[in-house]
């Protein structure tokens, strides 16, 4: 065995035993080979007493684009359209291979240190993009944007990066990392060229990641275009034929919708934090959940969140839906930490991530429970949901690789990454 977790509370996300107390988790190279209440026999060339430390599933953020941390304040307090087309499109058209690369290098940085081990992305010059999630050791859902007409569409240069990551990077490092499929919305495509990269996503055997009724008025004209939501006019387009959608935002879908997604084998990435700054609207998560739709949590783009913290994400969405429906038990804690974990496992097509459990990829992270505002801690899931935060976690590992523990990245040259963004 490499590793030995002792003394540790254990949140599972396993159902047959959720939490643990004074557990012993043991990790021989990728996997999880130990889950126990009694110390396992053998060689062990590492342990580490996490008495007073609560070990879970590292975070899965199912929708970012992670270069926009470059963002990070650019364009506050506007609304959607607005702050897409007069802010951020124009400064992404300055962006080069070599910024993206920056972007991408902090936003890593931030999100291991903050218990993230996995993300969904959908952005362009992918091979920068790649090119730090392979050498950081993060685990990864890459995709290259799509938009346009479809004319020409195999002579679109987005289409040829497309490929190319497919061809890269695509199951690298044991599946670490994966090479889904994108369009970037209805809004910026017509049907043509939404159907052709479906239908290289159907070929590859890919998830499609698509941006879907994120605000009212992108809903609302599709119907007055198509007669249908969006949902409903990928459909008829035959867009979730083989593909696994995963379907970013969808704070407008009907019920109808719900069923078109659940049927599809779809998943929905909630940004709750995103949404309500930009003001887009509520993504119906407790009815979504009911109808049996996977739901997972995401940050989104750096420049409408201004942070990857994923336990704001986890706080938000289990309160969030509380005060609009007057419930306060419409999205509890333990279902709030199942969709940053299993269910986000799930959206990326991994069955075997998103638990502390024998045989799963070893992606857990460490956070440190002995500090005042986790004192005293009743309810150990309850107290990771509404008391903790990304700067609890000491430590992140993926794939049974220890990325960042104790404020030292063992993978990614902080003060470098810091200075390539001021430069």
């Known amino acids: 065995m490499d590793i030995l977790f002792k003394n540790a509370r254990v949140i599972t996300m396993d159902d047959a035993r959720p939490v643990l107390e004074d557990a012993f988790v043991g990790i021989k190279g990728r996997k999880i080979e130990y889950v126990g209440n009694s110390e396992p026999e053998g060689e062990i060339k590492r342990v580490i007493d996490a008495r007073g430390k609560v070990l879970m599933p590292g975070i899965v953020n199912t929708h970012t684009h992670v270069p926009m941390t470059l963002f990070r304040g650019l364009s506050d307090d506007c609304e959607l359209d607005v702050w897409l087309r007069e802010h951020i499109w124009p400064a992404e058209d300055k962006l080069t291979s070599e910024s993206v690369r920056a972007g991408t290098e902090l936003a890593v940085a931030e999100m291991i240190a903050s218990g993230t081990t996995s993300f969904s992305d959908s952005y362009f010059f992918v091979d920068a993009i790649a090119d730090v999630a392979l050498s950081s050791g993060i685990r990864a859902n890459l ?82 275009k198509y007669g249908k939501t969006p949902a409903g006019q990928f459909l008829a387009e035959g867009l979730f034929e083989g593909t696994r959608p995963l379907l970013a935002h969808c704070c407008y879908i009907t019920e109808n919708d719900m069923e078109i997604i659940k049927s599809a084998g779809g998943s929905v990435a909630h940004c709750p934090v995103s949404n309500l700054k930009l003001a ?43 005060g609009i429906s007057e419930n306060p038990t419409a999205v509890n804690a333990y279902t709030a930490l199942r969709m940053a974990t299993v269910n986000g496992a799930l959206a990326q097509g991994r069955n075997d991530c998103g638990r502390i459990k024998e045989g799963f990829d070893a992606d857990v992270i460490m956070l440190d429970f002995d500090r005042p505002h986790l004192i005293p801690c009743h309810n150990v899931a309850s107290n990771a949901v509404y008391a903790a935060r990304g700067s609890d976690v000491v ?9 960042y523990e104790n404020g030292v990245f063992t993978t990614i040259d902080i003060e470098r990454a810091k200075a390539s963004i001021k430069a």
């Open 143 to 224: 995709s290259r944007s799509i938009v346009g007409d479809g004319e020409n569409f195999d002579a679109m240069p987005s289409v040829s990066e497309a490929k190319e990551l497919f061809s890269r990077i695509h199951m690298a490092d044991g599946g670490r990392l994966r090479a889904d499929a994108s369009i970037h919305a209805e809004y910026t495509s017509e049907t043509k060229c939404r159907q052709r990269v479906a239908e290289m996503a159907r070929e590859r055997g890919q998830i499609l990641q698509i941006h879907t009724s994120e605000s009212r008025s992108e809903h609302e004209n599709c119907i007055a």
């Open 280 to 322: 887009s609207g509520i993504a119906p998560v407790p009815a979504m959940l009911n109808k049996g739709v996977n739901v997972g949590l995401a940050t989104d783009g750096v420049a409408s969140n201004n942070s990857t913290d994923m336990f704001e994400e986890i706080k938000l969405a289990a309160v969030l839906h509380k």
């Open 395 to 403: 430590m992140t590992m993926v794939a049974g690789k220890v990325l």
